[in-house]
């Protein structure tokens, strides 16, 4: 049984920032792409970045200059570093990894950034 656990998830003022970790355990035999998505109440989910095995990054536009992220292969962790965060970017957002040819997600975090 594979499983993501976020963690790092919290309320932040506008400027601020946090970081999200994700780690993977279970029976995991190889780990592809790995990255984060956001929803929120009635939008669908929506990439942030993505990250390959070979640590090819994608971000989403608003991302891009602001989030950083990255991950750690032999521990199976991604964590995505959000510096300048705006209200906008508020949102659970998901861990997503590629893992034995299939697809998981983590439970989701909590972002809130509000004064």
């Known amino acids: 049984q594979v499983q993501l656990v976020e963690s790092g998830g919290g309320l932040v003022q506008p400027g601020g920032s946090l970081r999200l970790s994700c780690a993977a355990s279970?029976?995991?035999?190889?780990?592809?792409?790995m990255g984060w998505f956001r929803q929120t109440p009635g939008k669908g989910r929506e990439l942030v970045a993505t990250?390959?095995?070979?640590?090819?990054?994608n971000y989403e536009d608003s991302a891009k200059g602001r989030f950083t992220i990255s991950r750690d292969s032999a521990k199976n962790t991604v964590s995505l570093q959000m510096n300048s965060l705006k209200p906008e970017d508020t949102a659970v957002y998901y861990c997503?990894?590629?893992?034995?040819?299939?697809?998981?997600w983590g439970q989701g975090t909590q972002v809130t950034v509000s004064s």
């Open positions: 997503y990894a590629a893992i034995n040819l299939n697809n998981y």
């Open positions: 279970g029976t995991i035999f190889s780990i592809n792409t």
């Open positions: 990250i390959s095995s070979g640590s090819n990054t």
